[in-house]
């Protein structure tokens, strides 16, 4: 994490040059999202902030008596991962990611739900440039990292509790958006991975390397199969879908810590 652990003596000082508070204010339940804002969570009374310019912006609170902290990331593994591990120096020991994933099924569309059970690292720039680069042979070397069972249970029967459709399976962590050409696509969806995000693989894989209990749900925000990240706009009803959906995120995380 930046050499901190070398730069610092504690824990305590860890959390304060990344957090800019103490690690009391930090609850034992937190959610991060590199996309939703603190006012998409309904209801949720905000007790605490805290933040440090170039590290992360947080704040803690209360939800139907129970205290949560909510934590911005960026769309970024590396910052994603980083965050888990600053956590790891606090009394975190839940967390859920919630952030957006392309489509690599036809029948998932933009403002569906998607649960990660699994992620694969597919993280890292460079290789996918290098001629010598094959995604089928890497992914045949690449184990995925699963999520904690607990917290998935609880998220899919808080889904299911409020009748909100979702589906569930493997992500694929891509370290390139231009890495996601039709060969490519392809090889994903012949390997059962039915959407593409750019964190999950490192918040699952920081998590189990630091013993805190995670899972990752996540809107479609464009179908993968079909490239529309880069045909420009949505129309205004299928933004108007992901935004409601987006808020659905923030309420079920709420109530499911």
């Known amino acids: 994490m930046y050499g901190l652990t070398n730069k610092f003596s504690n824990a305590s000082e860890i959390v304060l040059n990344c957090f800019g508070c103490k690690q009391k204010i930090i609850s034992k339940n937190v959610i991060i999202s590199p996309v939703l804002k603190f006012s998409d969570f309904d209801n949720f009374e905000i007790i605490n902030t805290f933040g440090r310019k170039y590290w992360w912006k947080g704040c803690t609170g209360f939800y139907k008596g129970k205290i949560i902290t909510i934590i911005q990331s960026k769309q970024s593994s590396n910052n994603a991962g980083d965050l888990v591990i600053a956590l790891s120096y606090t009394r975190c020991k839940n967390v859920f990611f919630l952030g957006t994933a392309g489509s690599l099924s036809n029948d998932l569309y933009v403002g569906d739900i998607i649960i990660a059970n699994e992620a694969i690292n597919g993280e890292g720039f460079s290789q996918y440039y290098d001629p010598s680069f094959s995604l089928q042979d890497y992914l045949s070397d690449k184990a995925p990292v699963a999520a904690d069972n ?92 992901l935004k409601i959906s987006l808020k659905l995120l923030a309420k079920s995380a709420l109530e499911s810590l």
Do not use: H, R
């Not at 899972?215 to 479609?220: C, K, S």
């Open 150 to 241: 607990k917290l998935l249970s609880k998220i899919k029967a808080q889904l299911n509790k409020n009748s909100i459709a979702f589906s569930s399976g493997k992500i694929f962590t891509i370290g390139s958006l231009f890495a996601e050409n039709k060969k490519n696509i392809s090889i994903l969806k012949n390997n059962s991975i039915i959407g593409i995000d750019l964190e999950t693989s490192a918040v699952y894989q920081a998590a189990q390397s630091y013993n805190i209990k995670t899972a990752a749900y996540y809107v479609v925000s464009d179908k993968v199969i079909k490239q529309e990240i880069f045909k420009g706009k949505i129309d205004k009803s299928t933004l108007s879908k």
